[in-house]
Nanobody, 112 residues
Framework: QLQLVESGGGLVQPGGSLRLSCSVPGFTLDYYAIGWFRQAPGKEREGVSCISKSGDNTKHADSVKGRFTISRDETKNTVHLQMISLKPEDAGVYYC?????WGKGTLVTVSS
């Protein structure tokens, strides 16, 4: 069973940046395609970004294209989600997903 661990969330002002990280202690992350999802209060969980096992292919939701970048750090066995130009509508709990497993999430708050 994979235990995905997210980190990097926090409070940021509109226009600010955050970098989220997803790691899986004890497992090699490049065995898995990784997805980032988010859920705002009162809304359904939605896909944000994903990256292939090799890291060669990435996809982003239209709402975050040009602002979010997903990448693999092989040396640290981590997948990052770099978020810039954050908007209030980007706020929510961000979850990492691999195989059939979810992390517990990390909270992103975008507010002035």
């Amino acid at each position: 069973q994979l235990q995905l661990v997210e980190s990097g969330g926090g409070l940021v002002q509109p226009g600010g940046s955050l970098r989220l990280s997803c790691s899986v202690p004890g497992f090699t992350l490049d065995y898995y395609a990784i997805g980032w999802f988010r859920q705002a209060p009162g809304k359904e969980r939605e896909g944000v970004s994903c990256i292939s096992k090799s890291g060669d292919n990435t996809k982003h939701a239209d709402s975050v294209k040009g602002r979010f970048t997903i990448s693999r750090d092989e040396t640290k066995n981590t997948v990052h989600l770099q978020m810039i130009s954050l908007k209030p509508e980007d706020a929510g709990v961000y979850y990492c997903f691999a195989d059939q497993y979810w992390g517990k999430g990390t909270l992103v708050t975008v507010s002035s």
